[in-house]
T-cell receptor, first 112, second 116 residues
């Protein structure tokens, strides 16, 4: 089955700095790569996603880049704010299994 | 639209007791999923249902059963609860947005289960 690895597991940045979280996956046929944000005690919510035919997607302060050859994709958050503090999960869609496989999560802490 | 709803929000069980977690979605989604999330951990898939009438095992199905009652409802049953099943359980459903090949997964609010 699909194997998704996410790094780092924790990330601490100063407010205003950038944060980058990286995920690697194993199945070259995977074609959809979302990122979810989970605040403490809340449900995961989609923040950005990218399809396999696109290399980069941006939405205000967040962006996702995809390298299909290397089988990795990254979440970039610029000008971080305290409200960006949360756990972020990457995921990979498995066409054959009709399911998402999640990475282990990254706890991002933004210090004011 | 209420989205994805789950009941109950909290539950405490004694070892060996049984219970059913309920999940419903009003978005006309075909696919529904059950995950568990242990403290400080990621989401692990227990079971899923790609469409009404079908169910499949995920990564951690032992100790659980599911029923896709109709298109809207997907329940998770613990027949004999064990302390290792203490976790937060999330139900989710998926839309496929036309030809955009996006599989956005919508999550319910979760059920916090403690087994003593």
């Amino acid at each position: 089955g699909e194997n998704v690895e996410q790094h780092p597991s924790t990330l601490s940045v100063q407010e205003g700095d950038s944060a980058v979280i990286k995920c690697t996956y194993s199945d070259s046929a995977s074609n959809y790569f979302p990122w979810y944000k989970q605040e403490l005690g809340k449900r995961p919510q989609l923040i950005i996603d990218i399809r396999s035919n696109v290399g980069e997607k941006k939405d205000q302060r967040i962006a996702v880049t995809l390298n299909k050859t290397a089988k990795h994709f990254s979440l970039h958050i610029t000008e971080t704010q305290p409200e960006d503090s949360a756990v972020y999960f990457c995921a990979v869609y498995n066409n054959a299994g009709n399911m998402l496989t999640f990475g282990g999560g990254t706890r991002l802490m933004v210090k004011p | 639209n209420a989205g994805v709803t789950q009941t109950p929000k909290f539950q405490v069980l004694k070892t060996g007791q049984s219970m059913t977690l309920q999940c419903a979605q009003d978005m006309n989604h075909n696919s529904m999923y059950w995950y568990r999330q242990d403290p400080g951990m990621g989401l692990r898939l227990i079971y899923y249902s790609a469409s009404e009438g079908t169910t499949d095992k995920g990564e951690v199905p032992n100790g659980y059963n599911v029923s896709r009652l109709n298109k809207r409802e997907f329940s998770l049953r613990l027949e004999s609860a064990a302390p290792s099943q203490t976790s937060v359980y999330f139900c989710a459903s998926t839309s496929m947005r036309g030809t955009s090949l996006s599989y956005e997964q919508y999550f319910g609010p979760g059920t916090r289960l403690t087994v003593t």
